[in-house]
């Protein structure tokens, strides 16, 4: 499924244009990608939740040249699905 599959199944589920349930649905969005970019975590009960992993600076190999090298520190992204998601996969 895709952003424009869930805009029309959103708005069949809740009497709303597909263009007002994709506005919803890319404000959510946004507000989920600048909570966590902000640190804080996002958690929706009985979905999962959205927070942030810091990655420490590491040694790695060029894959292709076999050459050692730094991987720099990097934050990332992580959601965490609940039990009632998992139980329901």
Do not use: C, W, Y
């Not at 699905?81 to 998992?86: H, R, V, Y």
């Amino acid at each position: 499924m895709n952003k424009t599959e869930l805009a029309k199944k959103v708005s069949e589920a809740n009497n709303l244009t597909i263009k007002d349930a994709s506005t919803i649905i890319d404000s959510a969005l946004n507000i989920i990608m600048d909570t966590v970019a902000s640190g804080e975590e996002v958690q929706l009960f009985g979905f999962g939740s959205f927070s942030v992993k810091h990655r420490d600076e590491r040694q790695g190999r060029n894959p292709a040249t076999g050459e050692a090298m730094t991987i720099a520190a990097s934050n990332t992204p992580v959601f965490k699905a609940a039990k009632a998601f998992k139980d329901k996969v």
